[in-house]
């Protein structure tokens, strides 16, 4: 199994997700974040007075997704979410060691 | 048209004799025949307000308070830290609490008092004499209920002292605005009220024109934020910390509670629901719509974005700019002096501000000492027929000139010297200025012990 991060931009969080529905992912977590990269900040004014954000608003995705599927998740991202601009983001792929659904107690790729 | 507030009402238990003397044109009895003689006029039945003007002056009354709580504490607060913002709020709904107290016992008195000489007057302390029947003059033979025109001068002495307090915020103890409030509209606000708009009052006498209160209001109130600022000092932090608005949502809609209540302030003004109340109707709102667009403008052409903040600037810097021209200019020229207010504050904010060694945390000084220097300045220009303004065929804007600066000149001398007072009289009694651990934690905790959001 495997544990997908992808950090995007937030626009493309409505579409990634169809994508991803599309190949089968059932379920994934979704996080409002901040931070950098290459992409510079914004300039915010305020009458006159500037204040340079280097943090921006991102979403991060996780996924725990089948050995199979796993590289097929990295390319539907990587091709829904790309503008080809810089700040796209980013996706880092885990080992996961283990998944278990808190209902049935089912652990293993039923779980996921 | 000018501002006459005759003091004196016509009572009729013989007082009239005295209120004739004081403004004679402004006193026939509307019954009274033409052909009425001095003597008959003493005895004639004294003026009844006309309920239409009655009803138009209590409505602006109530649309000025409007303007103070919420549009000034919602557009004040949102430019706040959110740690602020009660603080904020309550400071100027306290304030002009204050202010409402304080006029009835001694500030109309000292404003528009029977008693007096061009500098101040006196009498009617606590409202001695006024009753349901009193009546107060306006620029016609007309004249309004006492009670009402006492109480939308309340309005304006209570706004005055709430928008200095944009300077202060965020670390002036709640304490020292109450006894700056106190000190301030005694020694600072009523005699400037009595010099511009009472019949005998220096630069009535010498007719500057101040339709709705450039002078009295917004100079005043800037240039007493401007010296308030510098004797209070910096906000912890300022400049190098970020302090961005918590809320432009709140600003936004401060701004359009002030728009709306400046009808009341503007229109009203007139005194009277007549063509001259109409013409500062008209004029509030194209000025006023001007300095909106014009601040977003100038903003694209310094190679910035058109902002929302920029626009509610420049809706507030054309509403201050109308304000002493409201019935004083053409539609025309009160919008060349919106746009033209609104352009010369986006430069004193944004460009000229940051090289001075101050900290007006909400621009009270750039927007509405400034905007209100361009108004009182500017009304002495488009009053001019020329320019569609309402002046008569022999008006000398030369003249004209002069009589507004002067008026302006001296404002500037009494509001700075009379801020400096009391802002001092201030510190010996409360401190002035909270400690640095409450400037950190914010004023809201620690002063009202609330949050504004929980």
């Known amino acids: 199994m495997k544990f997908i991060i992808a950090i995007i931009k937030p626009f493309k969080l409505d579409s990634v997700r169809e994508a991803l529905s599309g190949i089968g992912i059932a379920g994934l977590t979704v996080t409002e974040v901040k931070g950098f990269g290459r992409q510079k900040g914004q300039t915010e004014i305020y009458r006159g007075a500037e204040y340079s954000t280097n943090m921006l608003p991102k979403v991060k995705l996780e996924i725990a997704a089948s050995d199979d599927i796993a590289a097929q998740v990295v390319e539907t991202i990587q091709a829904t979410a790309n503008t080809g601009a810089i700040g796209d983001g980013k996706i880092f792929v885990l080992d996961l060691a283990s998944a278990t659904r808190i209902r049935t107690g089912e652990s293993g790729e039923t779980a996921l | ?454």
């Open chain 2, 1 to 454: 048209m000018k501002r006459i507030l005759c003091n004196a009402a016509m009572q009729a238990t013989g007082l009239a004799i005295g209120a004739v003397m004081l403004a004679a044109p402004a006193f026939a009895a509307p019954m009274a025949e033409a052909a009425a003689a001095a003597a008959a006029a003493a005895e004639a039945a004294p003026a009844v307000p006309n309920p239409g003007n009655n009803g138009f002056m209590m409505t602006a009354t109530v649309l000025v308070l409007l303007m103070i709580v919420p549009g000034l504490a919602l557009f004040y607060g949102g430019l706040t830290r959110s740690k602020n913002m009660l603080s904020t709020m309550t400071q100027i709904g306290a304030a002009a609490a204050l202010a409402m107290l304080v006029w009835v016992m001694w500030g109309y008195g000292l404003a528009f008092g029977p008693e007096g000489n061009e500098y101040i007057s006196w009498g009617k302390f606590f409202l001695a004499g006024v009753t349901p029947d009193s009546t107060a003059a306006t620029f016609t033979d007309e004249v309004i209920s006492e009670y009402i025109f006492i109480s939308f001068q309340m309005t304006f002495a209570a706004i005055t002292v709430a928008l200095v307090l944009g300077s202060v915020v965020e670390r002036m103890k709640f304490a020292a605005t109450m006894v700056f409030t106190l000190v301030w509209l005694t020694i600072v606000y009523f005699p400037i009220a009595h010099m511009v708009w009472e019949a005998r009052g220096v630069f009535f006498v010498m007719g500057a024109l101040d339709f709705a209160g450039g002078t009295v209001v917004h100079i005043n109130a800037g240039v007493s934020a401007l010296v308030a600022a510098y004797i209070l000092g910096k906000r912890k932090g300022y400049p190098t910390e970020p302090m961005m608005p918590h809320s432009l949502t709140l600003t936004m809609v401060g701004t359009g509670l002030l728009w709306v209540g400046w009808f009341g302030f503007n229109a009203g003004s007139a005194l009277e629901a007549n063509g001259s109340a109409a013409l500062a109707m008209i004029n509030t709102f194209v000025a006023t719509a001007a300095g909106g667009l014009f601040w977003m403008l100038t903003e694209r052409v310094m190679g910035h974005k058109g902002s929302a903040l920029g626009f509610c600037s420049g809706v507030i810097a054309g509403l201050v700019a109308v304000t002493p021209a409201a019935g004083n200019s053409g539609p025309f020229g009160a919008i060349v002096l919106g746009a033209v207010a609104a352009v010369v504050c986006y430069f004193f904010v944004a460009k000229v501000k940051a090289k001075l060694d101050y900290d007006d945390a909400l621009d009270a000084f750039g927007i509405h000492g400034v905007g209100g220097m361009v108004g009182a300045i500017g009304t002495g220009i488009v009053f001019s027929p020329a320019l569609g303004g309402p002046g008569g065929e022999d008006f000398d804007m030369a003249a004209q000139l002069v009589t507004q600066g002067s008026a302006v000149v001296a404002t500037i001398v009494i509001s700075a010297v009379g801020t400096a007072i009391a802002m001092y009289i201030a510190k010996a009694l409360t401190g002035l200025r909270v400690d640095e651990e409450t400037e950190v934690n914010g004023l809201d905790i620690s002063e009202h012990g609330e949050r504004a959001y929980n």
